[in-house]
């Protein structure tokens, strides 16, 4: 994997999202995220390359526990707009999924408390 980069699951949406949206600007491949149409001065063939290089580096670090749920995706925008639906919304069950991760969330004396926070 490149540098840090890890793969999404869905505890580590917060953490992923901005790390792959760097990712994808310094790989120059961040158009197809931001636009669902060919912006002017694209082919449509450069614009169909560029929009499945940026499905395969997303997907690449897509855990396989998601991947089954956007294995189908091959636009770019609309990948990237599933992946954050499916994660990022504000059930009843997320929430409650939240709480409980805070409420087990327990010190240790061994670990500083950057890493305590981070835990969670």
């Known amino acids: 994997m490149e540098g840090d980069m890890f793969k999404l699951t869905a505890d580590n ?3 992923w999202k901005p790390m792959m949206e760097d990712n994808l600007y310094c790989k120059d491949l961040y158009e197809p995220i931001t ?3 060919i912006p ?3 082919t449509e063939k450069d614009w169909e390359i560029l929009n499945r290089k940026t499905v395969a580096m997303i997907r690449k ?3 396989k526990s998601l991947f089954e749920h956007v294995s189908t995706y091959t636009d770019a925008y ?3 707009t599933k992946l954050e639906s499916m994660i ?3 059930t009843p069950r997320n929430k409650a999924h939240l709480v409980r991760r ?3 969330l327990e010190y240790s004396d061994d670990q ?3 890493e305590h926070l981070n835990t969670f």
């Open 102 to 104: 805070l409420v087990k």
């Open 61 to 63: 670090y897509i855990d």
């Open 40 to 42: 002017k001065g694209k």
């Open 78 to 80: 609309e990948l990237w």
């Open 13 to 15: 949406y917060s953490y």
């Open 112 to 114: 500083n408390m950057i």
């Open 35 to 37: 636009n669902s149409e």
């Open 88 to 90: 990022q919304k504000k």
